[in-house]
C-alpha cells in the first residue's frame, strides 16, 4: 500500500496542534479545522489513530477524521531547533 503521509509527534497546545509530516515539522490551529476537536479536553484530543496509509487521523470518541492534506493547507511550518544551530 502506497503511504500518502508519513505521520509522527503528535502533541497539543490548547487549540493547536503540533505534528511532524513527511520529515516537517508544523503547527496548525484545530479551531480553523475542527471546533468540536479544538474544544475536546487534553484526553479525547490524544485518543487517535493515524491511518496506516498516513491519508488522515482519526479521534473515534467524538467521531471526528481530519485528511493530512487538508490540514496541511492551514499549518504553519515550524522550524526545527537543530537547524538553527547550524
Known amino acids: 500500500m502506497k503511504?500518502?503521509?508519513?505521520?509522527a509527534n503528535l502533541e497539543f497546545r490548547d487549540s493547536h496542534l503540533m505534528i511532524e509530516i513527511d520529515g516537517e515539522s508544523y503547527e496548525?490551529?484545530?479551531s480553523k479545522q475542527s471546533k468540536k476537536l479544538a474544544e475536546s479536553p487534553d484526553e479525547i484530543k490524544n485518543n487517535y489513530t493515524v491511518s496506516p496509509s498516513?491519508?488522515?487521523i482519526h479521534w473515534p470518541e467524538i467521531d471526528e477524521d481530519l485528511s493530512i492534506d487538508g490540514l496541511l493547507k492551514s499549518a504553519t511550518k515550524c522550524i526545527k531547533i537543530s537547524s538553527l544551530n547550524k
Open 3 to 7: 503511504k500518502h503521509h508519513e505521520v
Open 28 to 30: 496548525i490551529d484545530l
Open 54 to 56: 498516513g491519508y488522515g
